[in-house]
């Protein structure tokens, strides 16, 4: 019998990814239409003395629906945010690992779906409506429940499929499957019974939070998707330590937040906005024009780059995503020019943390939204030290090229006509600029609003770009889904986890383990550096943000810091691990876009220069905390 008879009972693969895609591409869509609502009430309030009544509330309501169609892609592609320390024990075989995790992320998303379920319930059982509009929201949250459970349906289905194949084929046979499923099912059992074991509503905080922490770490390691863990452990401990009830509530009241939240949807606008500015040729423009006018001096191009980065990075907000696109317009041309493949290699992947320094940064959107402060003041607070930071850098070339003038080509003469012409060339991303971090440093904007505006803005370039068509369009579109769809799964299960901290009494107990009268701050504060930067190594940006806030914000707080003041610290540590041996994440980033002919040694070798002036930009930062504070102490006057 043929293996398709065997697999007709299960949908195909297929269907299911396809199902889940254009579930995806409807739910951005969705959103382009809200951003396009958002700037006709933009324009009506600039222009009339009118305004579209009840847009707020409108969006909140269709927002949770489109984000709800963001999940199921992320979790059939597997490309939630996880660590690969099992990668090496399993050897190529991932099998046993994968099929755990599959069970489980479908787990949490029909877990999801559930919550919302429940919200729909409670807000027809208490007949809650909109206050401008009047609109029953019980029908929008059900709504965006159903979606979420279709998602929730087609991931289960995709993972019974692979159990189905994994059971046809005699996966189990294979090398390494045992070895791997042991280590996976091992850590699974080992989580249980220290959690049933250990923690109940008598246990101490103290108890109660290290065996979070601990199980968190233990789940993580075996790949379990950092959100799908952090959702676990946070209310798997609220059930074992308040009850089941008390663990539902917060649930569904964090995954309700996170999906109508207007601030948030900022994250999947301003994405979009860097793929159609990609597609569009903004970096190309940006680059074109940087060397135009810097070529003439030694170094100049790796000069070009990093000031594109900083540019690209101001319309992105990522940096994989910022040294992945300059990765493949600039280091062809300083090889062509024959600058040293490890500064082209190096000046990039450096250049590319500043597409999470710079505003709008996505990281930056969700540490405010996870510690309650304002993102218009984060973001003018990282204004400074952001362009502190690509200071530094071109310094760094300038040191790296004066110390080793072997590594750069001599000048090139000057072309005056090159560069006027390819300055006016880059007028399309100066008006992204103006526009987007205009608007928002000039309280013009909310942050909603302004990736509304540069999104459509940057589609509006693309579309007329010369060959942009409905692939790339849908590409896009793709793209953002996959990684929005990943920052919500893991925001949800931050705030889920953040919830049972707070319910232990975190601040007390990390306050109690450290004595802030007696230790010095500079030392708390060195400790806490060298802690993030070991984990901005080996963990994503994001989720070392996510994962640890609960812990330090508490240290931070006691000694009297401002909270935007280490958020930008905490971003400016992590994207230094983004770069540091020997797991850095940028550097394979930029070995993927040039091919195995670099070796990473070279990468590593290229960024050296990059990590000093880093350091010392860190020193300043954590010194000289006005760095960061002035500017929204002035633009708050």
Not at 418 to 446: D, E, I, N
Not at 559 to 571: A, E, Q, Y
Request: with cysteine; hydrophobic share 60%; net charge neutral.
């Amino acid at each position: 019998m043929s293996s398709s008879a065997h697999a007709a009972p299960i949908p195909r693969e297929g269907w299911v990814e396809k199902f889940c895609k254009n579930l995806a591409l409807a739910s951005l869509i969705g959103l382009l239409l809200i951003a396009a609502g958002t700037v006709v009430d933009i324009l009506l309030r600039t222009l009339t003395p009118y305004s579209v009544r009840g847009l707020y509330e409108l969006n909140g309501l269709f927002i949770c629906i489109c984000v709800a169609g963001l999940a199921g892609l992320v979790f059939v592609r597997h490309l939630n945010i996880r660590m690969d320390m099992m990668r090496a024990l399993a050897g190529r075989n991932q099998t046993a690992v994968r099929l755990v995790c599959d069970l489980a992320e479908a787990m949490v998303l029909g877990w999801f779906a559930g919550a919302l379920a429940f919200r729909a319930q409670d807000a027809l059982a208490y007949d809650e409506k909109t206050m401008v509009l009047g609109w029953a929201t019980a029908k929008w949250w059900g709504l965006a429940a159903a979606v979420l459970a279709l998602a929730a349906a087609a991931v289960l289905l995709k993972a019974l499929w692979a159990w189905w194949l994994a059971l046809r084929d005699r996966a189990y046979g294979q090398s390494g499957f045992w070895r791997a499923a042991a280590v996976v099912l091992g850590s699974v059992a080992l989580c249980v019974w220290l959690s049933l074991t250990w923690v109940d509503a008598d246990a101490s905080a103290g108890v109660q939070a290290g065996m979070a922490f601990l199980v968190l770490y233990l789940l993580i390691a075996v790949q379990v998707p950092i959100g799908v863990a952090l959702a676990i452990v946070g209310a798997g401990y609220l059930a074992l330590t308040l009850g089941a009830e008390q663990a539902l509530v917060v649930s569904q009241n964090e995954v309700a937040r996170a999906l109508s939240s207007i601030d948030m949807v900022a994250i999947p606008l301003f994405l979009l906005m860097g793929n159609f500015a990609t597609w569009a040729g903004l970096s190309g423009d940006i680059f074109k024009s940087g060397s135009a006018w810097l070529s003439s001096r030694r170094g100049g191009l790796a000069v070009a780059s990093v000031l594109g980065c900083g540019g690209f990075g101001a319309i992105c907000g990522s940096s994989i995503a910022t040294t992945a696109t300059f990765g493949k317009v600039a280091f062809v041309e300083m090889e062509r020019r024959n600058y040293a493949l490890s500064l082209a290699a190096g000046c990039i992947a450096a250049g590319g943390t500043l597409g999470a320094l710079i505003p709008p940064s996505v990281v930056l959107i969700v540490y405010c939204l996870v510690v309650e402060q304002s993102i218009q003041v984060a973001f003018q607070a990282a204004l400074l030290p952001g362009l502190l930071a690509v200071l530094m850098y071109v310094l760094a070339v300038a040191a790296a090229v004066r110390l080793k003038p072997d590594i750069a080509p001599a000048p090139e003469s000057f072309d005056w006509a090159l560069a006027y012409r390819s300055t006016l060339q880059a007028w399309r991303p100066v008006v992204l600029f103006a526009l987007v971090l205009g608007g928002l440093y000039g309280g013009f904007f909310t942050t909603q609003e302004a990736a509304s505006v540069g999104v459509l803005l940057a589609l509006a370039f693309a579309i007329t770009t010369k060959g942009f068509t409905w692939v790339q369009f849908r590409a896009s579109l793709l793209d953002t889904a996959l990684n929005a769809g990943a920052i919500y799964v893991i925001f949800i299960g931050a705030n889920i986890f953040a919830s049972f901290m707070s319910f232990t009494d975190m601040t007390q107990l990390v306050l109690s383990l450290v004595d802030l009268d007696t230790m010095p701050h500079w030392l708390i504060l060195l400790m806490l550096a060298m802690f993030y930067l070991l984990l901005g190594t080996v963990f994503d940006t994001l989720a070392a943000v996510l994962v640890t806030t609960p812990l330090v914000v508490p240290l931070i707080v006691g000694m009297g810091h401002d909270l935007v003041w280490w958020g930008i610290v905490t971003l400016s540590l992590v994207e230094i691990g983004m770069i540091t041996p020997p797991l850095g994440m940028n550097v394979f980033v930029m070995r993927s876009v040039v091919g195995e002919r670099l070796p990473l040694l070279t990468i590593f070798k290229g960024v050296t220069p990059f990590l000093a002036a880093d350091l010392i930009r860190l020193t300043l930062l954590i010194a000289f905390p006005a760095i960061a504070l002035w500017l929204p102490k002035i633009l708050g006057d």
